[in-house]
């Protein structure tokens, strides 16, 4: 007697669907953990790595152009508010919501620093763009006459 084999096909695969409720989400970190993973040495000095909103971001490398804007403007900066303020380049700041940015350029009040700066402590920032366009851009020239009229950073707010 001859038999035959009787193949099946395999079952079809499954698909699993995860409640939104099980889905992974991302870990925040506060300033106060991020600054300790810092001093552990758990990131490389060097490294560029941002605190934004709780998570750690891996920033662009600096590229020469972009280098290039930031020497010039630190340049112009430092002669405007000498002995009013101090320009900060590249150097954290820390925001209420658990970021810890590192700003291109910041202008911030003359005083020894015990923490990083706070939002009361900086006049304002400057964030180079490699490529980006806006009609309302503060010429040199602008810039240069509102910290001359500024008292204080108090009195230059809006």
Known sequence: MATTATQTAPPPPTTHTTPAAAQATPYRFTVAQYEQMIEAGV???????ELIEGEIIQMAAVGVRHATC??????????????????SPQNPMRLPDNS??????????RKKYAETPGVADVLFVVEVADTWSYPGLVDSD????????????FECRR
């Open 100 to 109: 810890e940015p590192q700003p291109d350029l910041m202008v911030i009040q």
């Open 43 to 49: 990131f490389h000095e060097d490294e560029r790595i």
């Open 70 to 87: 930031i020497v010039q403007f630190n340049e112009l900066l430092q002669q405007l508010v000498a002995g009013k303020f101090y320009v």
């Open 142 to 153: 602008s810039l240069r006459d509102a910290v001359e009229t500024c008292p204080s950073p």
